[in-house]
């Protein structure tokens, strides 16, 4: 089993639509949670922590739940611009992040 | 302006042909770490290193070597490339590996024929 699993999609929804994504992690050492926005061929960038009570930022909210092991991002008022992967990003504990494969948004008009 | 900065940003070479990447950030982060990304597989971790003098190996270090000399440099290093190693490298530093956003280069799109 990955130690970072999310669906790669692609998930295609119009603008305006709401969409969640999930990601589940196995070790359950695990103290820190990210996610990042990765455009096209471009460096990931931290979209938001995912702290345990939950965080939102204007139109995303990020969750956490600890006993079922995932972490969702939900965006809503989708935009053209949210096109892109977004990267679930996961610490063990341990000096190394692990990134799962990430899920792929295409908003369209 | 706070960034990290790697060259080349585009690479062709040759098999066995001996290549260093070099990555730089004005942070002055202790935290650096090198990652490739292939498609359907993600980002890995190649190595990294958590201060000056302190390295050490991430999940698919074999071929590749790393120095940490300076606080704001970390070169990636392949003595002897194969097409295997052909990829999209990402420098990364931040604060520290746990808590702390990661800022990453622009990226190196190597190909080794």
């Known amino acids: 089993r990955k130690e970072v699993e999310q669906d790669p999609g692609p998930f295609n929804v119009p603008e305006g639509a709401t969409v969640a994504f999930n990601c589940t992690y196995s070790?359950?050492?695990?103290?820190?949670f990210f996610w990042y926005r990765q455009d096209c061929r471009k460096e990931p960038k931290l979209l938001m922590s995912?702290?345990?009570s939950g965080n939102e930022d204007g139109r995303f909210t990020a969750q956490l739940n600890r006993a079922s092991q995932y972490i969702s991002l939900l965006i809503r008022d989708s935009k053209l611009s949210d096109s892109a992967t977004y990267l679930c990003v996961v610490n063990t504990g341990t000096d190394k992040l692990i990134f799962g494969t990430g899920t792929r948004l295409q908003v369209f008009p | 302006e706070a960034q990290v900065t790697q060259n080349p940003r585009y690479l062709i070479t040759v098999t066995g042909k001996k290549l260093t990447v070099t990555c730089s950030q004005n942070?002055?982060?202790?935290?650096m770490s090198w990652y490739r990304q292939d498609p359907g597989l993600g980002l890995r971790q190649i190595y990294y290193?958590?201060?000056?003098?302190?390295?050490d190996k991430g999940d698919v270090p074999e071929g590749y070597k790393v120095s940490r000399k300076e606080k704001r440099n970390f070169p990636l290093i392949l003595e002897s490339p194969s097409p295997n190693q052909t990829s999209l490298y990402f420098c990364?530093?931040?604060?520290?590996?746990?808590?702390?956003?990661?800022?990453f280069g622009p990226g190196t799109r190597l190909t080794v024929t």
């Open positions: 995912v702290y345990s």
């Open positions: 070790n359950s050492a695990s103290q820190s």
């Open positions: 290193s958590m201060n000056v003098e302190v390295t």
């Open positions: 990364a530093s931040s604060l520290s590996p746990s808590s702390y956003e990661q800022y």
């Open positions: 942070m002055n982060h202790e935290y």
